[in-house]
């Protein structure tokens, strides 16, 4: 089965960017989503199809699918961006959703 | 606005069974894909199964295939998740989720609801 991996933990202070990756085999051809989940909260798509941005999803948040590394950046990082953070494929090969395991975001 | 709703949860015996429910209101249901996903406590988010927007097509993960069925109910605008045989690692919030399109991400949850296994 295909498997997504993220870094468990990244910190970053106030002010500064964020950079989350997620990792899988030829994760390059895939489009990418990304959720933020805070705690006692269900998860809220910030980014899909590796850049795309749902309404009302501040621009800070940004996406990249290059050089086979799919990164989630955060921009001007807030307190309120204090969250965990999960990667998701489609894998076609089994008609299933993936997610990766999730990275906690602490802002220092 | 998109609003899901599940229910069903609850505090349930190794081995037996317990049926899940989603509400959907405020969007055209029977034009959506809709899936379940799960979150152990302190884990991550874990895919649980996806159903088709007529309901011809279902895809389970792994862990639950032979043992739960997805099905859904358009003329109710209702998503359901029949568990059976259930096991202590089954214990988990349950989401219920709604995609856009056959690859596309999650663009609207529900709550959750907790399912408990435990004797």
């Given at each position: 089965?295909?498997?997504?991996?993220?870094?468990p933990?990244?910190?970053?202070?106030?002010?500064?960017?964020?950079?989350?990756?997620?990792?899988?085999?030829?994760?390059?051809?895939?489009?990418?989503?990304?959720?933020?989940?805070?705690?006692?909260?269900?998860?809220?798509?910030?980014?899909?199809?590796?850049?795309?941005?749902p309404?009302g999803?501040?621009?800070?948040?940004?996406?990249?699918?290059?050089?086979?590394?799919?990164?989630?950046?955060?921009?001007?990082?807030?307190?309120?961006?204090e969250?965990d953070?999960?990667?998701?494929?489609?894998?076609?090969?089994?008609?299933?959703?993936?997610?990766?395991?999730?990275?906690?975001l602490?802002?220092? | 606005?998109?609003?899901?709703?599940?229910?069903?949860?609850?505090?349930?015996?190794?081995?037996?069974?317990?049926?899940?429910?989603?509400?959907?209101?405020?969007?055209?249901?029977?034009?959506?894909?809709?899936?379940?996903?799960?979150q152990?406590?302190?884990?991550?988010?874990?895919?649980?199964?996806?159903?088709?927007?007529?309901?011809?097509?279902?895809?389970?993960?792994?862990s639950?295939?032979?043992r739960?069925?997805?099905?859904?109910?358009?003329?109710?605008?209702?998503?359901?998740?029949?568990?059976?045989?259930?096991?202590?690692?089954?214990?988990?919030?349950?989401?219920?989720?709604?995609?856009?399109?056959?690859?596309?991400?999650?663009?609207?949850?529900?709550?959750?609801?907790?399912?408990?296994?435990?004797?």
């Amino acid at each position: 089965s295909y498997v997504l991996t993220q870094p468990p933990s990244v910190s970053v202070a106030p002010g500064k960017t964020a950079r989350i990756t997620c990792g899988g085999n030829n994760i390059g051809s895939k489009g990418v989503h990304w959720y933020q989940q805070k705690p006692g909260q269900a998860p809220v798509l910030v980014i899909y199809y590796d850049s795309d941005r749902p309404s009302g999803i501040p621009e800070r948040f940004s996406g990249s699918n290059s050089g086979n590394t799919p990164t989630l950046t955060i921009s001007r990082v807030e307190a309120g961006d204090e969250a965990d953070y999960y990667c998701q494929v489609w894998d076609s090969s089994s008609d299933h959703w993936v997610f990766g395991g999730g990275t906690k975001l602490t802002v220092l | 606005q998109v609003h899901l709703v599940e229910s069903g949860g609850g505090v349930v015996q190794p081995g037996r069974s317990l049926r899940l429910s989603c509400a959907a209101a405020e969007f055209t249901f029977s034009r959506y894909g809709m899936h379940w996903v799960r979150q152990a406590p302190g884990k991550g988010l874990e895919w649980v199964a996806v159903i088709s927007k007529d309901g011809s097509k279902k895809y389970y993960a792994d862990s639950v295939k032979g043992r739960f069925t997805i099905s859904r109910d358009n003329s109710k605008n209702t998503l359901y998740l029949q568990m059976n045989s259930l096991r202590a690692e089954d214990t988990a919030v349950y989401y219920c989720a709604k995609s856009w399109d056959d690859s596309s991400g999650f663009d609207y949850w529900g709550q959750g609801t907790l399912v408990t296994v435990s004797s």
